[in-house]
C-alpha cells in the first residue's frame, strides 16, 4: 500500500546549526513534521483539512551520517500503511550530491475530527489520495 514519494530540497540554514556544528537531532525530527504537513497539504483540499486532522502517537529515528551548514538535503517521505484511525509514515533525509542517506524516520499518525478532535476512520476519500 505504500504512496508515491514526495519529495522537497532545501539548503541547511544556520539557525539548523549546533554546538557541534552540525545540524541538532531536534531539526531533523522538524523537517520530517514540515514534510508530512507539505505532503498532505499538497494532497488535500481547504475544505478536507478543515474536517479533518493529524495528531503523532509516536516517532521512531535513526541518524545515519550528519550534515553540515549550507548543504543541500532531500526529505522524502510516503505513506506505507494505514489501519483504522492509524497511519503510518516513513522519511528518509538525504544528501543528494554523494547520496548519503541523513536520517530515516518513522511516524505513527492518528486520524482525528478537526472539530471533536476525536479519532475517525480514515476515509476511501482521504486514503485514495495517498494510497
Given at each position: 500500500m505504500k504512496s508515491e514519494i514526495f519529495k522537497q530540497r532545501f539548503t541547511v540554514p544556520a539557525s539548523a546549526i549546533d554546538g557541534l556544528n552540525h545540524v541538532n537531532n531536534v531539526t531533523y525530527l522538524q523537517w520530517c513534521l514540515d514534510a508530512a504537513k507539505a505532503h498532505w497539504i499538497s494532497?488535500?483540499?481547504?475544505?478536507?483539512?478543515?474536517?479533518?486532522v493529524w495528531v503523532v502517537l509516536n516517532h521512531?529515528?535513526?541518524?545515519?551520517?550528519?550534515?553540515?551548514?549550507?548543504?543541500?538535503?532531500?526529505?522524502?517521505?510516503w505513506i506505507d500503511n494505514y489501519e483504522g484511525v492509524k497511519s503510518e509514515r516513513h522519511?528518509?533525509?538525504?544528501?543528494?550530491s554523494d547520496g548519503?542517506?541523513?536520517?530515516?524516520?518513522?511516524?505513527?499518525?492518528?486520524?482525528?475530527?478537526?472539530?471533536?478532535?476525536?479519532?475517525?476512520?480514515?476515509?476511501e476519500e482521504i486514503s485514495n489520495l495517498f494510497i
Open positions: 494532497k488535500t483540499t481547504e475544505a478536507q483539512r478543515e474536517q479533518y521512531f529515528i535513526s541518524y545515519k551520517n550528519p550534515s553540515f551548514l549550507g548543504e543541500e538535503l532531500e526529505t522524502q517521505t522519511y528518509k533525509i538525504i544528501r543528494p548519503k542517506i541523513i536520517v530515516e524516520a518513522t511516524t505513527l499518525w492518528c486520524f482525528l475530527d478537526a472539530k471533536t478532535f476525536r479519532p475517525t476512520k480514515i476515509t
